[in-house]
């Protein structure tokens, strides 16, 4: 597989790691920033065949998404370089590749000091344990995403049947992160993410070394004050230190399309849970618009930040879960 402008890429970001204090002025003015948040697809779809039955946007249309602009390493880290983005987590795409890993895992080899990767598994599979534990020793994954519905009868097995259990062991072994997106796309189902939070709570004290991520902050519904639909059943989670809230802009569309300030949202956040839990990510490739517009709503909703506050939810919070542990000794026992 050939990634055209490899070197001249890597001689860039070598430059804007360098030299950020040569970006003028105005960029110098703001925090560098850590993307979590990216999804990696490609148009080579004889060696990465697309598996996207499931998509929520319907196969055509994620098929000619993929075709109009696949979203490939050269492509995405020039956009961060121009947007002021150090690094970032490539999360693996389910709606295009569902638990077929190979692309990420190829981009992130190719570029390992731009992209760490975030795997999905099926938790049901009984392989899954030791090949999160693989992929943690052997590939340098910094965590795995988990997904799913809530059944009939109220439960998330995907997330804490016994079967999922065991892969949150050897995540808790291995320190690694576990990021937890509620599939919601249904009239009412932010009610169902609110059923979920009580389990990432007991999660969150059964394995105190994961470090717990909650997608789009876990999708409360989008209200405005007083408490931004943070409802005590989020609240909650505040006080368990291992849990932490990534804000999208994916969460950020939806707030403004129900007239809620992106900013004051952000806020209440930090004030529930600190800035030093609290992280952005874009959500690109998934969320269609531009990338500059992306960071430009991510200055937005922290403007009502201080500089510190500021710095960590944009930059070192998310650095911090999926790079900080990067270089600590795992063991493949």
């Keep these: 597989m ?13 430059c804007v790691l360098a030299c950020v204090s040569c970006l003028g002025h105005a960029q ?37 998404t993929i075709r109009t602009r696949p979203d490939t390493p050269d492509y995405l880290i020039e956009l961060w ?38 795997v999905m598994l099926d938790t049901h599979d009984p392989a899954a344990p030791q090949t999160l534990r ?34 949150w062991q050897v995540a808790n072994d291995l320190h690694l992160a576990v990021v937890v997106f509620p599939s919601i796309h ?27 991520v909650l997608d789009h902050v876990g999708w409360p519904a989008p209200e405005g004050p007083p408490d931004y639909g943070v409802t005590p059943v989020y609240a909650a989670l505040a006080a368990q230190t291992n849990v932490y809230f ?17 900013a004051a949202f952000v806020r209440h956040v930090v ?22 517009l992306m960071v430009q709503e991510a200055f937005e909703a922290t403007a009502l930040l201080n500089p510190a506050e500021k710095a960590q939810v944009l930059h070192d919070t998310g650095y911090r879960v999926f790079r900080g542990g990067l270089n600590a000794p795992r063991s493949a026992g």
């Design 2 to 14: 050939s990634f055209a402008r490899a070197a001249r890429i890597r001689v860039t970001m070598a």
């Design 271 to 292: 004030d529930v849970f600190g800035a030093d839990r609290v992280m952005w990510g874009s959500d690109q490739g998934n969320t269609l618009m531009p990338y500059k």
């Design 246 to 262: 990534k804000v999208t802009s994916l969460l950020f569309n939806q707030l403004k399309s129900a007239n809620v300030s992106t």
């Design 134 to 167: 693989d992929l943690a020793t052997r590939d340098g994954i910094a965590g795995i995403r988990l997904t799913g519905p809530q059944t009939k009868d109220g439960q998330f097995p995907w997330l804490d049947s016994p079967d999922a259990l065991k892969v």
């Design 186 to 212: 249904v009239p009412g189902s932010h009610a169902v993410a609110a059923e979920l939070m009580p389990h990432v709570a007991v999660l969150a004290q059964r394995f105190p070394h994961t470090k717990i």
């Design 28 to 64: 110098a003015a703001r925090p560098l920033l850590f993307d979590t948040h990216a999804h990696f697809f490609t148009d080579d779809f004889a060696d990465y065949p697309l598996h996207a039955e499931h998509a929520y946007m319907g196969k055509e249309k994620l098929i000619e």
């Design 81 to 118: 370089h121009d947007n002021g983005v150090e690094s970032g987590v490539g999360v693996q795409y389910n709606a295009a590749y569902e638990t077929d890993n190979r692309y990420l895992l190829a981009v992130s080899h190719a570029y390992p000091a731009s992209i760490v990767p975030v």
